[in-house]
């Protein structure tokens, strides 16, 4: 995990403070699962962005710096 800092309007937090005591969890886990309730609405970490990379015929594991980087 990583530690951020962040900015809340008056209200944003209070509401956050209100969730999280309502829930018995923290403003940490609360936000969380916002952001993977948003994410899964959105597709943002879905393996599906990737799906059929493996079956272009041209594409090789040998050639990955040429895929990836342009070089020859």
Do not use: C, P
Not at 3 to 29: A, C, G, V
């Amino acid at each position: 995990m990583h530690r951020t800092q962040i900015l809340f309007e008056e209200k944003q937090y209070n509401y956050l403070k209100d969730i999280s005591n309502h829930q018995k969890k923290s403003i940490s886990q609360v936000l969380r699962e916002i952001l993977d309730s948003y994410a899964a609405k959105t597709g943002a970490f879905s393996v599906s962005e990737i799906e059929g990379v493996a079956e272009d015929r041209e594409a090789y594991g040998r050639d990955h710096d040429k895929w990836l980087y342009g070089k020859k």
